[in-house]
C-alpha cells in the first residue's frame, strides 16, 4: 500500500482530474477553513502543474461567523455584498472549477448560536447569491465537495484514541473511501462509478416513476418507522455519482459518493419517515426525528433534539418540499464502517436519503436547459437552503413503480436486489 503522504498526494490529483476534471487555462476556486492551508496548498500546486490558469482561495473562519450571529445588530445579519454576486456571476461566466473542502476546526463553533441568527444568515446568504448556486447545481461549472481532517474532527470521529493517531485514522477512513488509498486511485475512481451507473441504469431503463420505501422496524404504535412514497417528475433522470456540465465536461460532484439520485416532483410525496442518523441543520445537531407529509408538503415534524432549529428550518421559503431522493445500499463501505462522521458528505453516503428545499435541475431531463418557471410547472422544488436527511436502514425495503405500472424490487434489508446487476449485465445497457 502507498505511504500515507503518497496516498494524499493521490487524493489531490484525483479531486483535481476526477473531482472536477480540470482544464488546461481554466481558473478554479477552493472553499476551505483556515485550518486546511497544508491541503489548500497541495492542491493549489497540483493545480497549477496541470494547467490552471489562476487559483483562488476562499478562505472561511466559522469563528467569525459565530461572532457575527452573536454580536452583530439583528437587523445586519441579512446584508450581503454585491460584490459576492458579481464574483459568482463571473465565474459562472468564465467557466471556473470549484472545490469545497470540509472538516471543521472546531466541529462545536455554532454550540448555543441562536438559529434564529443562523437561519437569518444563512438563507439571506443564499437568496442573494441565489444565481450563482443555481447555476452551480445546474452544472454550469464543474464542482466537487471532498474533506480533509482537523485534530478536533478527528477526535470527535475518534474520541478513543490519542490526537495524532485520530487524524492519521481519520485520513486513512476518508482515503479509503475516496479510493485513494489504491495503487491507481484514478482507475479504482473510475471502477466505482461504473458500478454504480448499473444501479442508475436499471432505474432509468424500467422508467420508476415513484418510490415507496417501507421499515420492517415498527414504532411505538406498531406503524412501521418509514412509510413513504416519494413520486418523481414526468421525466425522471437517475444519477449516479457522476455529472456534466454544459460544455460536455465530466465531473464528480462529491468525493467520496455512493448515492444514486433523481429529483422528486415537489407535490408527490406521502407518508411518514424517520431518521435512522443524527443530521446538522443550521449547524445544530438533531437527533431522532420524525416528518409527515400530505400532497408533497411537510405537515408535522418533531425531533429528540434541536427540534426548535428545525422550526427556524422550516420558515424558510420552499424548505417544507423536497429537493432530492438518493439511494444508498448499506453495502456503502461508509455505512459499513460503522463510524459517525459528524459531516454530510459522508454520513449521507452511508444511508438513503432525502433533502428539503432546492432541488437539482439534472434529476429532470433536460431539466438544466429550463427556466424558473418551466421547472416549477415540472414539479422541480425551488428555496435558498438544501437539507439532507437519513433514513437508510438494514430493515428498510424498496419497490419501485415503472410508468407502465409494473412494480420492481430496488432494495431489500436495506440492500440491493441482485436482478438490477444481473439486469444491467445481461440487457448491456449503460447509465444515460
Known amino acids: 500500500m502507498p505511504s500515507l503522504e503518497t496516498q494524499i498526494e493521490g487524493y489531490a490529483r484525483l479531486i483535481l482530474s476526477q473531482g472536477v476534471n480540470l482544464q488546461p487555462g481554466q481558473a478554479l476556486s477552493i472553499r476551505a477553513e483556515l485550518v486546511h492551508r497544508d491541503f489548500v496548498r497541495l492542491l493549489s500546486h497540483t493545480a497549477y502543474s496541470m494547467g490552471a490558469r489562476y487559483v483562488e482561495i476562499d478562505w472561511q473562519d466559522p469563528v467569525l461567523d459565530r461572532i457575527r450571529a452573536k454580536t452583530s445588530a439583528p437587523e445586519h445579519l441579512s446584508y450581503a455584498p454585491d460584490y459576492l454576486v458579481h464574483r459568482g456571476e463571473d465565474r459562472l461566466h468564465s467557466g471556473w472549477a470549484s472545490i469545497s473542502i470540509t472538516g471543521r476546526e472546531d466541529p462545536d463553533v455554532f454550540e448555543g448560536v441562536d438559529a434564529a441568527a443562523m437561519q437569518q444568515m444563512y438563507a439571506s446568504f443564499r437568496a442573494k447569491l441565489r444565481g450563482y448556486y443555481k447555476g452551480v447545481m445546474a452544472n454550469q461549472i464543474a464542482w466537487c465537495v471532498c474533506a480533509a481532517p482537523t485534530p478536533a474532527w478527528a477526535q470527535q470521529v475518534f474520541p478513543d484514541a490519542d490526537p495524532a493517531e485520530a487524524e492519521t485514522m481519520l485520513?486513512?477512513?476518508?482515503?479509503?473511501?475516496?479510493?485513494?488509498?489504491?495503487?491507481?486511485p484514478i482507475a479504482a475512481w473510475q471502477a466505482h462509478q461504473q458500478k454504480m451507473g448499473a444501479v442508475a441504469a436499471y432505474l432509468n431503463h424500467n422508467d420508476v416513476r415513484t418510490l415507496h420505501f417501507v421499515d420492517d422496524v415498527l414504532d411505538e404504535e406498531g406503524k412501521p418507522r418509514t412509510n413513504l412514497t416519494i413520486g418523481l417528475t414526468d421525466k425522471p433522470l437517475w444519477l449516479a455519482g457522476g455529472s456534466k456540465t454544459a460544455t460536455g465536461i465530466d465531473f464528480s460532484p462529491n468525493i467520496p459518493t455512493e448515492e444514486t439520485f433523481s429529483t422528486p416532483h415537489r407535490l408527490r410525496t406521502e407518508g411518514w419517515v424517520r431518521t435512522s442518523m443524527p443530521f446538522f441543520t443550521l449547524e445544530q445537531k438533531v437527533e431522532d426525528a420524525y416528518f409527515r407529509f400530505e400532497e408533497g408538503k411537510l405537515v408535522a415534524f418533531h425531533a429528540a433534539t434541536n427540534e426548535a432549529v428545525l422550526t427556524q428550518f422550516f420558515d424558510v421559503p420552499g424548505t417544507r418540499y423536497l429537493g432530492e431522493i438518493a439511494l444508498v445500499d448499506v453495502n456503502s463501505p461508509i455505512y459499513r464502517s460503522g463510524i459517525l462522521f459528524y459531516d454530510t458528505l459522508f454520513d449521507e453516503?452511508?444511508?438513503?436519503?432525502?433533502?428539503?428545499?432546492?432541488?437539482?435541475?439534472?434529476?429532470?431531463?433536460?431539466g438544466t436547459t429550463l427556466n424558473d418557471d418551466e421547472l416549477l410547472a415540472a414539479g422541480v422544488n425551488d428555496s435558498p437552503l438544501h437539507q439532507d436527511i437519513m433514513f437508510g436502514s438494514p430493515t428498510l425495503h424498496l419497490t419501485g413503480v415503472c410508468a407502465d405500472g409494473r412494480q420492481i424490487p430496488i432494495m431489500a434489508q436495506g440492500r440491493y436486489v441482485d436482478a438490477i446487476f444481473d439486469t444491467v449485465s445481461d440487457a448491456g445497457f449503460a447509465e444515460e
Open 171 to 184: 485520513w486513512a477512513t476518508i482515503l479509503a473511501a475516496a479510493r485513494a488509498d489504491q495503487d491507481d
Open 349 to 366: 453516503n452511508a444511508a438513503c436519503h432525502i433533502a428539503f428545499g432546492r432541488a437539482y435541475p439534472n434529476g429532470l431531463q433536460g
